[in-house]
Nanobody, 117 residues
Framework: VQLQASGGGLVQAGGSLRLACVAS???????????MGWYRQAPGKLREFVAG???????HYADSVKGRFTIARDTVKNTLYLHMSSLKSEDTAVYYC?????????WGQGTLVTVSS
């Protein structure tokens, strides 16, 4: 499975961004993937979970982003999205997509989100 993340950039506090993660390769049909998620790593901090999407359709979020971020799968485009709104300076980080497939766990290359206050 190959993952290509995009959509990061510089945004003012209170603004919005949409991240995308396109899956390709063997076993990359996202309709069949048990779990897909977004994680982030801020400078000097450990990588942390942000949002997850289960194959049954349920989603779950870190408390810090609940009500502001939405994770969604587009099975036609084979893409995982993260819609981010009401962004805060503490959301600044490199965001990574992750999938759990029958052949293992895979990470995208990361996309940088910078929120200016």
């Amino acid at each position: 499975v190959q993952l290509q993340a995009s959509g990061g950039g510089l945004v003012q506090a209170g603004g919005s961004l949409r991240l995308a993660c396109v899956a390709s390769g063997n076993n990359a049909n996202i309709a069949n993937l048990k779990h897909m998620g977004w994680y982030r790593q801020a400078p000097g901090k450990l990588r942390e979970f942000v949002a997850g999407s289960r194959s049954g359709g349920s989603t779950h979020y870190a408390d810090s982003v609940k009500g502001r971020f939405t994770i969604a799968r587009d099975t036609v485009k084979n893409t995982l999205y993260l819609h981010m709104s009401s962004l805060k300076s503490e959301d600044t980080a490199v965001y990574y997509c992750n999938v759990q497939s029958p052949s293992g766990a895979y990470w995208g290359q990361g996309t940088l989100v910078t929120v200016s206050s």
